[in-house]
């Protein structure tokens, strides 16, 4: 009947949209070209600048 149950939308949107869309590598990509992680033997690390930014973004949502 042309809407989905609010209970639904998560799922949709983790298994449908973010796959469709391929937010996930577009996400990826960004850091790697930001410097912000590095990927090695198919894992997922943060850099001492994703630390650092990290850190940074944290303090400044906690006190602005």
């Known amino acids: 009947g ?3 149950k609010k209970s639904s939308l998560q ?3 983790i298994n449908e949209y ?3 869309h ?3 590598q577009i996400r990826l990509t960004e850091q790697l070209e930001s410097g912000t992680i590095i990927i090695n033997n ?3 690390k943060i850099t001492k ?3 650092t ?3 940074f ?3 400044f949502r906690k006190h602005y």
């Open 42 to 44: 198919n894992c997922v």
């Open 53 to 55: 930014l990290s850190t």
């Open 49 to 51: 600048l994703g630390e």
């Open 57 to 59: 973004s944290k303090i």
């Open 22 to 24: 391929q937010l996930i």
């Open 18 to 20: 973010m796959e469709e």
């Open 2 to 4: 042309g809407s989905i």
């Open 11 to 13: 799922k949709i949107f």
